[in-house]
Structures are given as structure tokens and as C-alpha cells.
């Protein structure tokens, strides 16, 4: 396939890429960008951002709930995303709660 129809492929891929509120100065778009612009640019290469994308392994290789939910933690992964989901917006987990260990 020729350089030209794949950079414009991966430019459109970076430019649909959700950006990052935790690091603005670092995004995986801006990474793309650049590499569509790379001479030796490669189908694969195109497909593999795609693929991320697109959340292609996850589809590919779902996971059970018991992963999602270890016998040893069971929340674990819920109060993750809460915690993720509670920073972007600024709120901040009170410093005794971390100390006691309290969620």
C-alpha cells in the first residue's frame, strides 16, 4: 500500500484519540502524528493503533468476571476507575482515609 493513504489513516486514528486529562503535554495522539509522518511507515503499523484503538483485544480476549473480580479484593477494580474517575474531576481522597486504609 502506498506512504500516503496509511499517514492519512493513522492522522485520522490519532485525531480521534481521547486525550489524556492526567497528562496534557504527553499524548499517544501527538506519537501517532509523528509517525505517520515516518517514511517506512507499515500497514501493520496502522492496524496495530486501529486495533488499540478500537479496544480490538479486548473483544478478542474478553475477560472473565472472575478476573475482574479476585476472590482476594473484590472491588478492586471498581474503586480503580472510581479513584480515576474522582481525579479527573479534582476530587482528592482525604489523606487519614489512605492512612487507615479506608476507601
Known sequence: MAARPLAQKLTSIA???????????????TLLNSLAAHSRLTKQAVESARALR?????KKYPLTQ????????PQYYQRLVEGYEKSA????????????GIW
Do not use: C, H, T, Y
Open 15 to 29: 485525531e480521534s484519540w481521547v486525550k489524556d486529562p492526567f497528562r496534557p503535554n504527553l499524548q499517544l495522539s
Open 89 to 100: 474531576q479534582g476530587i482528592a481522597r482525604p489523606w487519614w482515609k489512605g492512612f487507615f
Open 54 to 58: 478500537d479496544n480490538g483485544m479486548m
Open 66 to 73: 472472575k478476573m475482574l473480580d479476585p476472590a482476594s479484593r
